[in-house]
């Protein structure tokens, strides 16, 4: 069960903070925005720094509990 915790964990994480994939491959055409992308967008190329920075803390409350909740379940099963 810890091991499915782990790797479940890491692909939610990976999956909420993909950018450089999306970014490289098509540079954020074709309706390929996630919110990492929207969040460069916004705080670089138009120079939204409220929305950008709005959409940075979403990610990490997004990612913030999920994280806690994978260190609590690795602390619990070391005892």
Do not use: H
């Not at 810890?2 to 994480?13: A, C, E, K, P």
């Not at 999306?22 to 190329?45: C, H, I, P, S």
Request: no cysteine.
């Amino acid at each position: 069960m810890g091991t499915i915790v782990v790797v479940w964990t890491t692909i939610t994480i990976t999956v909420l903070k993909v950018f450089d994939i999306v970014l490289a491959m098509t540079n954020g055409q074709w309706e390929t925005q996630v919110l990492a992308n929207y969040m460069y967008d916004k705080l670089f190329r138009s120079l939204d720094w409220g929305m950008g920075s709005a959409s940075a803390m979403i990610i990490m409350a997004l990612v913030t509990p999920i994280l806690v909740w994978n260190v609590w379940n690795a602390r619990k099963e070391m005892r």
